[in-house]
């Protein structure tokens, strides 16, 4: 096939992780490298801070390989772990939406690394590449809203 000759494999393999995600369905591959070419990849340490609680949020991050956790303080000032992000999961999505300050601090549980969606990035495909910024909202908003289920689920 034409389109893995142009492509290198490290590419490719990034494309094939991207498509198995539930915020990317639906685009078509040939959108899929437009996507990737404007995530920005980043390796963090182990025990390296991602973000901080109360940083302003710019991006949403893709966990590529590694594990991230998700700590917030509890009463006692304490980090307190609240989730694990394993590849192929995402956190920080609130950022895409607005810039307001993070609600949860972020730590790389093991050398990681993540691919990163800004918001800049988002309004770009929404704006410039409505094929690809449609489908990004819509999962984005369906993921959301499960997420907020859960939660309100569990103050129960």
Do not use: C, W
């Not at 988002?122 to 993921?143: A, D």
Request: positive net charge.
């Amino acid at each position: 096939m034409f389109f893995n000759r142009i492509y290198d494999e490290q590419v490719l393999k990034k494309i094939d992780f991207i498509k198995g995600l539930k915020l990317f369905e639906g685009i078509k591959k040939k959108h899929l490298i437009h996507v990737l070419e404007n995530l920005q990849e980043r390796k963090y340490l182990k025990g390296e801070t991602i973000f901080a609680e109360n940083d302003i949020g710019r991006a949403l991050f893709i966990v590529f390989s590694g594990k991230v956790g998700i700590y917030r303080k509890n009463k006692n000032g304490e980090n307190k772990l609240i989730s694990e992000v394993n590849p192929g999961e995402f956190f920080g999505e609130m950022a895409l939406l607005e810039e307001m300050p993070r609600t949860a601090t972020a730590v790389a549980s093991e050398e990681t690394v993540v691919f990163m969606l800004f918001k800049t990035k988002l309004e770009y495909f929404l704006f410039s590449k409505p094929q690809i910024g449609v489908h990004l909202i819509y999962h984005l908003s369906n993921i959301l809203s499960a997420r907020l289920r859960v939660f309100l689920s569990n103050e129960n």
